[in-house]
């Protein structure tokens, strides 16, 4: 693409695009026969093999001489990745769901071609197995606002004339025209957005200190270090919608006067790299980025920098050092990356979601922005639902919706009709909350009264085969194997209390160790150097208070509820045993014996619970508990 | 100015300043560990990693690092607390779950800050326990071992040796519970850069880097009736030894260390002083003939080892500057055992050397491959100032109330140019009264260069020799060191003489000195100490020690002669810069 | 090492050379210069180590100490198919422990390791991001999704040699 040279050229430019989304935006015109059909590109859907399909589906159209009236074309996540690959037809708004490279002929030969909808290939609601015809009509979208997520799904990521024709950049083109950096400031605060990746900081707020901040060097960063586990939302944003986060960085640059950006990206996300790099280059190419950003005197680029494979390197001050090229260990604050961060220079640091609703807020005003969502959580919130539910995938909701909405109305409940135990959000700084809560309103502050966090949107959910002690061990793995390894209380206290876990689960615990951990988890908290430190016994104080009872029957009883913790279950065989002898064979401590064709047993005295004999049972006979 | 309360008590110090700095003022006893800041030598250790000088801020959600913490107007803090002190208390006990309990057996028993704190905070039990670590000791080294199962991962020694000395050794390796210290590849600290400097070891808290301890070998060679036992002392160690033993510090100890070492049953006490007046003749000599010839300048003095590791690893391109004198310590061992032997008639084969140093540098020093004769090394054993410590106390000696007594002639007699080797600067003013007189011909009156005396980092001094201005600049530490030398490659800065000390303070700070815990003032008073012994000498140029002329007289010919050469001379290799 | 070796190694310290001539604020490149050195060799070896410190002149103990911290970093050669199992919570809810345990079996390698011959290496990774798919399976770009134990030995055949 050509420099666009101003303000008015690029809403020229945006003007004269607008017809490449002219099938895919509400109140598309029906009758007129064309048809868009879009394949999501994501990582979920591709390796779901959705390119293959595309090619499929390019090829079967030319195939069907359909190829002056519909094109297929790749774009970014719709969220539903586990239903993937996932095939939205335009206009109609019909939503295919697991769409197989064997099924794309159908699909052209039926909907392209004889206007019938594919009804095989829809999405079927849990509840009654009607397939639903329109994509809005689907529960998963239903209570959907996409605002963050907003082009996923609409633009290919990869054609900046895409985002361009959605109305990219014009608002940081606006406010290069028209406001002054404080304006852009204030408008930031009067949205009310707090930072989407953690703690939940005001970014209206962060900018204004970085913007009062001396001297001529400043930083923008992009934290789009998306460690979490059980959350990729920043990582479909990078891939479905690049262009709306290197917007907001620009915005951040020129509302806190910074030249300088980096995104600060996992190297586990290559093609999440692939596509922002693709459109860094673009958007430089467009003089979107660059010296004299539209002809303005502001000028602004940025640089990509791979994170290592530390999730450290989530905490900002850590996430500074890593990008100064040094081990990611976290420093003391005060002072704040705003007021002394890369290099010394004040520097603000956003994560992925946040930039992304930047350009909306400048575009739509900070009042807009501040009137959905709860009273000081405002706006919309990406969550990835994920674990024992039926729809797993991102959703995007107002703030303050409670949490049942979440998990029964757009999740769609339980998988295989299991009873809901828990839901864990923050990913593993944040606490497992359970059913008692479920009619909480999800918002900052709530999380953090229940004992759990915001974090970046996680929410796994667990049900009654799920052992919370295990759970807690499993977080804090996590974090015993993340931590930096500089602060005492999170390089040894996380560790101890690991070990007192996994005494507990091995039937090792005694009622005096969950005093230990409750005094334990209290003072890390009260004295971990970082936020991954302070945050995680979390998964531990929150199970501790909300399921002691677990717990209490792994050390009193010596009992795992769930059937979990293996080494407090035994092994028996029931009476679908056939006699085959395949367990008896199998066993590498010879603990089974029995006759041929008849009941065989498992000597528990002897049983090394291995697991070898369920595995060989052909009648799953062998059960534990 | 902020003013803030602290447990009530309202106090006010500069912006900028930490809590814990606050605390320091109104006498309110805040316990560290990790904490270590020596402005005078640019080191700032205060990452705020062991979490024990927590307290609590009104208004704070979770406790404050005292030490790292700005103070801010009206900050409300309290500083023992029962939350604190239960938070302090299981840090501790969470660093001691990882820890050998074997203090009873620790070369660092008494002298350990994590041994001191457990104590302060009277930790009576340990209610945790767990994995420890376990890494293999690296005993590679002559000078010093690494037990990093003994590490509380304050990273003193790290910021120390990239920071300051800019040796840049150590590092922080791996993470999570697997976190240590360690050099590139986590190879033997021997096959490394390292330079033996001992700054790391002289501000470990505990005993994770200890130096080697050569006591029992001295024992043994001293109960050997077939060995012929001579040792030498270092100048700084007078300084420096007595506070080990409840004297203030900056008293000289000259005399009661002349009598313990007596009272050893080493064969002959003597002073290494007397080898530093000869290094100045050869040394002296050597610049004489650079300077009037137009030989290579400027010259850099080669009596540190660490400094000249160092050299040979970080500036190989210019092995050809520094000077060719051996150390005092190792001029020392030559001596004695070809001269002293001779006059002594023992055979050199019989004769044991050692040497108290303050420095844990020598240790290497004295294996070099380019030391000793015949097979045979110019100082057999060398021991630090703590070890000659340790050796006081298992002799049950009762230092303090010794009666002075003298060095053995004929190697101990010493000017005062000898004595102040000691501390940085004082080899260049040794060299500089010599030198000037040789140059000149004539007296030298004002014999006192102060502008090259004190704790910083970089000194220079112009002194005019015979309408000539000689400019000589004075390092101590390396990292000063590298700059100076980095200055002079690129062309930038020009001098003629500089005289570069490992250790930041000279060796008064040596790394194998009692340990000053950070306290400067003490290092000022053990400089005070040698300039106070070199004002007192009658002969204050290392060219009139009697013994010194006798020894050219009777052996050694003149400084440069062939012999001398042989003996006090050596070269340096380059070595690998990573 | 005979002569063909010795120029193929040059040639990848070429290219390594080349890479970081590019840039020029040589200090905080290096991560990427150890990315791209690892993408060209495989591994960090402490060879490779050595020349970037000397190329960077950012001490050798540094590097290692980077190196050490970040787990995308490797000391030891890894094998032809890089097997990384999501241990992410979506997935370790999923039952991520049955697979990887899976390719511990049938490899006879723990997790950690590889191969004899450098066929297989087995890894836990943390979360990929493709929640939806859990469990997950990353075999070196391609994502395996919704995997139960007996699907191993399909992922074992597709990748093999």
Redesign the interface.
Known sequence: MRKIADFKALEKHAAELKPRLALRLPGADLSSGKREILICGGTGCQSSRSLELLEKLQKEIRAAGLASTAQARITGCFGFCEKGPIVKVFPDDVFYVEVGLEDAMELVENHLKNNVVAERLLYRDPQDDKPIMSHHEMPFYKKQMRVALGNCGLINPEEIEDCIAADGYLALASCLEKRTPAEVVGEVKISGLRGRGGGGFPTGIKWEVAAAQPGPVKYVVCNADEGDPGAFMDRSILEGDPHSVIEGMAIAAYAVGANQGFVYIRAEYPLAIRRLQLAVDQARAAGLIGRRILGSRFSFDLELKYGAGAFVCGEETALLRSIEGGRGEPTSKPPFPAQSGLWGKPTIINNVETLANVPQILRRGGDWFASFGSEKSKGTKVFALAGKINNVGLVEVPMGIALREIIYDIGGGIKNGKQFKAVQTGGPSGGCIPAADLDVKIDYDNLVAMGSMMGSGGMIVMDEDNCMVDIAKFYLDFTMEESCGKCTPCRIGNKRIHEILTAITEGRGTMEDLDKLENLAAVIKDTALCGLGQTAPNPVLSTLKYFRDEYVAHVVEKRCPAGVCTNLLDFFITDKCIGCGLCKRGCPVSCISGEKKEMHVIDKTKCIKCGTCISKCPTKAIIRK | MVSLKINGQSVEVPEGATILDAADKLGVHIPTLCKLDIPEFSLHNHGASCRVCVVEVAGRRNLAPACATPVMQDMDVKTHTARVINARRTVVELILSNHPKTCLTCPKSTACELQSLAAELSIQGIAFSGQSSRHTIDASSPAYVRDMNKCVLCRRCETMCSTVQTVNVLSGLNRGFATCVGPAFNMPISDSVCVSCGQCVAVCPTAALSEVNNGAKVWAAIRDPDKFVVVQTAPAVRAALGEAFGMPAGVPVTGKMAAALRMFGFDKVFDTDFAADLTIMEEAAEFIHRFKHGGKLPILTSCCPGWVKFFEHQFSDMLDVPSTCKSPQQMFGAVAKTWLAEQLKVDPARMVVVSVMPCIAKKYEAGREDMGRDGRPDVDIVITTRELVKMIREAGIKFAALQDEGFDDPMGESTGAGVIFGTSGGVLEAALRTAYEWITGNTLEAVDFTALRGLRGIKEATVDVDGIAVKAAVAGGLGNARRLLEDIRAGKKQYHIIEVMACPGGCIDGGGQPYHHGRTEILKKRMKALYAEDKSKVLRKSHENPFIKKLYAEFLGEPHSKLAHELLHTHYVKRPRM | MDAEQCRCMDEEFKELDDYIGQFRDK??????V??EAQRIFGYLS?KT??FV??RLD?????????V??????TTTPKGRHQIKCC????????GAEKIISAFEEKLKIKRGETTTGLEYSLDS??????????P?VVVN??????LE?PDVDTILANNKG
């Open positions: 200090k905080t490149a290096l991560i990427k150890l990315y402490e180590m050595l410190a000397d950012v001490p050798a103990a540094k590097i290692f100490g980077v050490s911290f970040y787990s995308y970093f241990m992410g919570t979506a997935c370790f809810v999923r990774l943390r979360c990929v991001g493709a929640c939806g798919l859990a997950v770009e391609q994502v395996y999704g919704k134990a």
